[in-house]
């Protein structure tokens, strides 16, 4: 089983920029892909970006070119650095882990974006 922990996240003016963090642990398999979703409130999750061991990456149309995600510290650990804000981007941002063993959500972490 994986466990996920996520940090960063908050209340930001639009244009700025946050850094959301995630940590697994647990049963770990070696080929993986961790990634990021968000839900505003009234509308389905959707992927934001993800990113397998071995480093493809895949990023939502509305995020690219503004957002980048990355993984260090033996894959193990993911970031989502997001730039250029907007107010759109508001949403509960969730952390998601899948291998062949399974999947694993965050517990989520709230993006306030404001004018």
């Known amino acids: 089983q994986v466990h996920l922990v996520e940090s960063g996240g908050g209340l930001v003016q639009a244009g700025g920029s946050l850094e959301l963090s995630c940590e697994a642990s647990g049963s770990i398999a070696s080929y993986n892909v961790m990634g990021w979703y968000r839900q505003a409130p009234g509308k389905e999750r959707e992927l934001v970006a993800s990113?397998?061991?071995?480093?493809?990456?895949n990023y939502a149309d509305f995020v690219k070119g503004r957002f980048t995600i990355s993984r260090e510290y033996a894959d193990k650990v993911v970031y989502l650095q997001m730039r250029s804000l907007k107010p759109e981007d508001t949403a509960v941002y969730y952390c998601?882990?899948?291998?062949?063993?399974?999947?694993?959500w965050g517990q989520g972490t709230q993006v306030t974006v404001s004018w």
């Open positions: 990113m397998a061991t071995g480093g493809n990456r």
């Open positions: 998601h882990f899948r291998s062949i063993l399974g999947e694993t």
